[in-house]
């Protein structure tokens, strides 16, 4: 069975004594996300290619390290802004690819359906006039309604409500302000998204008419705006074993039943350790997979073998490694 011994664990020299807690988090703004990963504990001379791929409503984020491996450990933040995302819940896993097992977490989080905002003016000092007005503006899947000259409270208090029927769009509004007096405002309004379609507008019970806007189909693909890392902080010492060679060692040697074998990855790869004859046949394959930078054990089991002479065979990448092994009589 192999494991990763992590140096860290094994030869730490602290610099700091204070433990970070390694975060996943997402804010939210309209169609906006930033996903954060907050104090990860990644090797110093990291430098994260923050990769993003899209599946729906599922994202995946590889936090891809380019950068050199360095004899200390140390904490950064990390965060990606996505963009022009559709409304719904998203699921979201983080994994980066230097660490064994390469998986950090899984967040949620949900783009609104729908939303409703409005601005407005002071009071404007005109005469009191009948020319009150509104504009339709359409921006991608929302509508803006500019109200021009709107005569209300002094002291305006608005409370809005909107609602669909069929394809007619509906709003209206009551003015709760206490003050003994009325001037004119412009109000803007904004609501949106809205699926693609023409729509009739039913502005406070027809006071303007009953103009129609049209909604174009323009889905936008979701985007990434920008990636962050933080400097490193808080760093942390490791045991200055050599990581620049590959390192393959097996013991006890000669053997009777059990031998350890270990091995330093200096790059990451698919590790390749065989078992040949003394012929150079392969009779047992020990592992074949990925591995990242680290310091692995495997407790291997020979009690299949017959007594004999052996050669062990280590492949990393463009590396291999080859050792005579014995085993013995019981």
């Known amino acids: 069975m192999k494991k990763l011994v992590c140096i860290l664990a094994l030869f730490l020299v602290t610099f700091s004594s204070i433990a970070q807690v390694d975060t996943i988090y997402a804010t939210v703004y309209n169609d906006s996300v930033t996903i954060w ?3 990860t504990f990644r090797n110093c001379g990291s430098l994260f290619d923050i990769q ?6 599922f994202i995946t984020i590889n936090e891809v390290d380019t950068g050199q491996l360095a004899y200390c450990m140390c904490y950064f933040n ?3 802004t996505l963009a022009s995302l559709e409304p719904g819940m998203y699921t979201v896993d983080v994994y980066g690819d230097d660490m064994d097992g390469g998986y950090f977490g899984r967040i949620y989080f949900e783009i609104g359906n729908s939303g409703f905002s409005y601005s407005m003016t002071d009071c ?3 005469e009191k006039t009948d020319s009150s007005s509104i504009e339709l503006l359409v ?3 929302h509508l803006k309604v500019n109200w021009y000259n709107a005569f209300l409270n002094c002291c305006p208090e608005l409370e809005w409500t909107t609602w669909f029927t069929t394809d007619t769009f509906h709003i209206s509004l009551t003015d709760n302000g206490v003050c003994d007096c009325e001037c004119f405002f412009n109000v803007s309004l904004q609501y949106g998204p809205f699926t693609p379609g023409t729509y009739v507008l039913d502005f406070l019970d027809g006071l303007y008419g009953y103009p129609e806007f049209t909604i174009i189909e323009n889905k936008t693909d979701p985007q990434i705006i920008s ?3 933080s400097p490193c902080y808080d760093a942390q010492n490791t045991e200055q074993i ?3 060679e590959n390192k393959f060692e097996v013991y006890p040697n000669p053997f009777s039943t059990n031998m350890t074998i270990e091995y330093v990855v200096n790059e990451p790869g698919i590790v390749r350790v065989e078992i040949y004859d003394v012929i150079g046949k392969s009779i047992i394959l020990i592992d074949d997979e ?3 930078h680290g310091k692995y054990t495997n407790n291997f089991n020979g009690s299949q073998l017959k007594p004999g002479v052996y050669f062990i065979r280590y492949q990393l990448n463009n590396t291999i490694l080859t050792k005579k092994i014995v085993k013995e009589e019981l």
């Open 37 to 39: 990963h907050m104090n």
């Open 52 to 57: 993003v791929d899209f599946d729906d409503y």
């Open 78 to 80: 990390l965060s990606v």
């Open 124 to 126: 404007l000092e005109m």
């Open 139 to 141: 921006n991608e899947d």
């Open 227 to 229: 990636t962050y890392q």
């Open 242 to 244: 050599s990581l620049l």
């Open 290 to 292: 990925m591995c990242h």
